[in-house]
């Protein structure tokens, strides 16, 4: 079973969305709303990683390297002014997508499996997620005008 594949990729990827997200709130510090919501979403995003090992436990888990080299290229530090936040927005937009769809696979495993409780958790999560993707759209659309149109003039 190949599952353990996924939860391994799944945990690595909540620890290291968590760590980009604080890392963004420690580099933005001049942006209060980002450095706000990014300490809160990494507390969430480490509250996600608690409801999944119960099933890491369970089912095991194999490590892969692609959350980690993912935020190795592209949340190493932090940039500066409009544009380097927008980027580093979307930055971790990439590393919640891929959050994201891993908790979709390790959905889909779970239906086949009739596992009850990780689909709950899955389900749980992947709202979760959503919100976070959806906060990081609303930010990124908020930037992207100032620091592509104002700052250019």
């Known amino acids: 079973m190949h599952l353990s594949t996924y939860l391994g990729l799944l945990h690595t990827s909540l ?12 580099g933005h510090g001049d942006e209060p709303d980002v450095q706000h919501m990014c300490e809160v979403l990494a507390g969430r995003t480490d509250s996600q990683a608690g409801h999944l090992w119960p099933f890491v436990q369970r089912y095991g888990e194999h490590r892969e390297d692609e959350p980690e080299r993912l935020h190795a290229a592209e949340v190493t ?8 936040l927008l980027r580093d927005l979307q930055d971790l ?11 979709t696979v390790v959905g889909q495993a779970a239906q086949g499996l009739r ?10 999560c992947e709202k979760e997620t959503k919100r976070q993707l959806s906060w990081l ?8 005008p100032q620091a592509l149109i104002a700052a250019a003039n």
């Open 93 to 103: 937009y990439a590393l919640a997508s891929f959050t994201d769809i891993t908790w």
């Open 137 to 144: 759209t609303t930010r990124i659309k908020q930037a992207a």
């Open 77 to 84: 530090e932090t940039r500066g002014g409009g544009v380097g």
């Open 115 to 124: 596992d009850r409780e990780l689909l709950d958790v899955v389900s749980s």
């Open 15 to 26: 620890g290291t969305l968590a760590a980009a997200f604080r890392e963004i709130a420690a």
